[in-house]
């Protein structure tokens, strides 16, 4: 009787260790912070993670950094003080950058290229000049793309390896205003109202 009973205690104690690993688990629901709160989610390698995996904030300097375009010419952030500033990152492999590229052509790019106060740049992530020349033809984009072929720049501003697209609107004092991720419709409007209001 007293060998039954420590069998049901041990039998007893090895479901309860097993709890939370089998098909009748419940799952444990992650919930982001909204787009406007810039509480830190979480440290990595000493460095400050955000929202939406940047390690940026609105109000930061925005990291310098100089790439080559694909004309052959070079992009220094550093020298375009005094200019509005959009950064775009994105890549001919991410399918989101190519729903979103066609309106930053039509709402941003056309209405405010001959402006000599803005300045828009993709980034292109990870891919050779090869890549990049057919992917921007076929999504009819005519803005100015920089190639960050190993991936460093994106790597200032967000984790290496996170998603795309996302945007970085960095005003004349080189300052960052607002940070995106994704192609959202609402955060995508209040992008291009933010650009309209800091050119007037």
Known sequence: MKNNFIALLLV???????????????PVVETAPA???????????????????????????????TLEMLDGTKFTLSEQ????????????????CRKEMPFIESDIWQRHKDNKDFVLVGIDREETKED??????????????????????????ALRGAGITRNILIDRDGK??????KFEEAEFKALVEKIDAMLE
């Open 12 to 26: 007893g104690a090895f479901c309860i260790s097993c709890n939370g690993t089998g098909n009748n688990a419940k």
């Open 35 to 65: 787009v406007s709160e810039s509480v830190p989610e979480a440290k990595a390698d000493s460095v400050t993670v955000y929202e939406h995996d940047y390690i940026v904030k609105v109000g930061d300097a925005a990291p310098d950094f």
């Open 81 to 96: 003080r005094g200019k509005v500033v959009m950064l775009q990152f994105t890549a001919g492999w991410c399918g989101i």
């Open 132 to 157: 990049i020349l057919p992917f921007i033809e076929k999504v009819g984009t005519t803005y100015p793309i920089a190639m960050d072929s190993n991936g460093d720049v994106f790597a200032s501003y």
């Open 176 to 181: 960052i205003v607002m940070l995106t991720r």
